[in-house]
């Protein structure tokens, strides 16, 4: 008898332990009997009725992502081609559902974001697709979860990390870029070439203005000069005529003078003669004497013209 009871718990006891098994953290078992679904089995130790029981698939409830490239035509009629990230999980109240109703999830939602992209994108110009990459995942989440629900599976996030041309149209889109940037350039460097010329014409405007008027005042200080010269040598009995000769001679000698004071400077004497000053005297005196009498004659006619004119009148 007790050699029968030692033969049965020898039996049983490896046929119970065969009988527990453990499931990860984020995975669920599915537990079949007889080949029909039983139950599901949780996270730790479990345990199914040995030779009855088996474990027949384990599920990951961890989120998973997916990449899908899609290339397709815009409405512009160039080709591009799409990454689109799928972020998935199957759904604790449908794990049934997740792994007995799809045998290929992937596959399934590969097709379903082919689908929706190329029936998205064709809606739009290449410039657009980059500008509402945001609203083509939307559209994308939004159809796989109505499709993908029914296996048993959530969409959490639908992202188009890439958007990817044919290289001839990335090429022109740098060209026009580039050309876009130079032409700015080419309008700042433009205005600031005008700046610059004005602040120059400004600058070139002060100067001559201030030029002119030192000129000026350096021509006025002279001219008051010369008077005083003129006053001093009428006071000693020099008349106005033969002291502006006097004058008009020193100055000429002053600047021989000065001329041959600099040693880079190229100095022609005319011909000359020990009478030559006196001559220049009175052929300046001769010259002031004869301007004076011009002008004395034409202000005789100034003032009989106007009396001729009024007896023609009457």
Known sequence: ???????????????????????????????????????TALPGLQFKIPLIDSVVGRVSMKIQQLDVMVETKTKDDVFVKLKVSVQYNILKDKVFDAFYKLELPEEQITSYVFDTIRAEVPKMKLDEVF???????????????????????????????????????????????????????AEYEAEADKIRIIAKAKAE??????????????????????????????????????????????????????????????????????????DMLSQMVTSFAASKQIGEQMSKKKSVLPTKTKEQLW
Request: no cysteine; aromatic share 4%.
């Open 1 to 39: 008898m007790l050699e029968t009871i030692l033969i049965i718990l020898i039996i049983a006891i490896p046929i119970m332990i065969s009988g527990l098994f453990t499931v990860k953290q984020q995975t669920i078992a599915l537990v079949e009997r007889f080949g029909k679904f039983n139950t």
């Open 131 to 185: 500008e509402r990459k945001d609203d083509i995942a939307i559209a994308t989440r939004r159809e796989l979860e109505e499709a993908m629900k029914e296996y048993g599976y959530g969409i959490v996030k639908a992202l188009v990390t890439d958007i990817d041309p044919d290289a001839a149209v990335k090429k022109a889109m740098n060209r026009i870029n580039a050309s876009e940037r130079e032409k700015l350039a």
């Open 205 to 278: 405007a002060e100067s001559k203005r201030l030029q002119g008027k030192g000129t000026a005042d350096q021509r006025r200080e002279i001219a008051k000069g010369l008077e005083d010269s003129v006053d001093v040598l009428n006071k000693v009995g020099i008349n106005s005529q033969e002291a502006s000769a006097l004058i008009v001679i020193t100055q000429h000698y002053d600047t021989l003078q000065a001329m041959g004071e600099s040693t880079n400077s190229n100095l022609i004497l005319l011909p000359n003669s020990p009478s030559a000053a006196s």
